[in-house]
């Protein structure tokens, strides 16, 4: 297998663009890709400041290294949970000191959610989730820390390291419930409907996770390995797998469908004209939400106090 533009041994082939190709170009194209698709859906430019939320695994790594490399202000933010007595999430903090440690430009800052707010993902999911899997909590509380500290740190956009993969198990997921709410909402940008919620960017939107990852590895970017301990059996881990299927019989189906997707929100397909959401300003913490009161955030804690 040799690479399309220079006839060296190729690292990757993708099936779904008839294209393989050597290590040094293949490190070109993963940031051309990502450009494009910063530019086709008018992410962000140099005159942002970006707000990377980084977990430690190979997407979110990989994607603060090529916004670092196509020079934007790119700055991280992890968010310690506390998963598995903190050991994981210490671990997945590791990650990001290590990548940092070797660029000059990687500034990042840390929140440590029981330090910050008294308790763990898995400590409030066990007295408010009655013992449930913690990933809906998990992603309120990440949700809703990401958007205080773009607004508080003055930053445009929160870029997160979605992949295809990701955002075609969550549409098959949407598509297969008929979810028009959530599919109205599933874009490459959110835009900002409030000044305390910045715009929501995913810049690898149009890469395969095998891309991602074969990016940090030829990258030598060193990331977290083992998946949360909660993601493992997910649903959307179980429909990656049957997208995975269909990929292999027919290799470009991940991407078309979700771009056929797209096209077809474009085209108003999902839109719900005159259900624009009312925002009121939570009476505890500022932030907007739909609810009258208090957000889902502090509406959490308030049950914690309770307790
Ligand atoms: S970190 Fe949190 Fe994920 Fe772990 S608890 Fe679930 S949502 S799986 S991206
Ligand atoms: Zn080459
Ligand atoms: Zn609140």
């Known amino acids: 297998m040799k690479c399309r533009k220079c006839g060296a ?14 290590e040094e170009h293949f490190l070109e194209w993963i940031p051309e890709q990502t450009e494009r698709a910063i530019k086709k859906y008018k992410m962000f430019g140099p005159e942002d400041r970006i707000l ?25 933010l992890h968010i310690h949970l506390g998963i598995n007595g903190g050991g994981y999430s210490d671990s997945s903090l590791e990650y990001v000191e290590r990548f940092a440690a070797t660029r000059e430009e990687a500034k990042f800052q840390v929140v440590d959610l029981k330090a910050a707010y008294g308790q763990s993902v898995p ?4 007295t408010t989730y009655r013992g449930r899997k913690p990933c809906a909590l ?3 509380v990440k949700r809703h820390i990401m958007n205080r500290v773009a607004y508080e740190g003055g930053y445009d956009a929160i870029a997160t390291g979605h ?3 990701d955002e075609a198990a969550v549409l098959m997921q949407n598509t297969l419930r008929w979810q028009a709410g959530y599919l109205a909402r599933q874009a490459p940008v959110l835009p900002s409907t409030h000044p305390r919620l910045a715009r929501k960017v995913k810049p690898f939107i149009r890469l395969y996770e095998r891309e991602t990852a074969a990016y940090a590895i030829v990258r030598g970017i060193d990331y977290i390995y083992d998946e949360c301990p909660y993601a493992v059996g997910s649903t959307t881990n179980f429909y990656k797998g049957i997208l995975n299927q269909l990929e292999s019989r027919s290799p470009g189906t991940k991407l078309s469908f979700y771009l056929s997707f797209l096209q077809a929100r ?12 009312e925002l009121n ?5 500022g932030q907007p939400t739909t609810a009258p009161g208090l957000c889902a955030f502090c509406r959490l804690w308030q049950r914690m106090d309770s307790r």
Do not use: T
């Open 52 to 76: 990377v939320a980084v977990s430690g695994g190979k997407d979110s790594l990989s994607l603060w290294d090529v916004l670092l490399r196509l020079g934007y202000q790119a700055e991280g």
């Open 138 to 140: 998990c992603g309120l």
């Open 281 to 285: 300003e939570c009476q505890r913490c």
């Open 9 to 22: 041994v190729a690292v990757i082939k993708m099936q779904q663009h008839k294209l393989a190709l050597c």
């Open 266 to 277: 474009r085209e108003g397909l999902f839109s719900r004209p005159g259900e624009a959401l």
């Open 163 to 165: 992949n295809l993969d």
């Open 123 to 126: 400590e409030l999911a066990r």
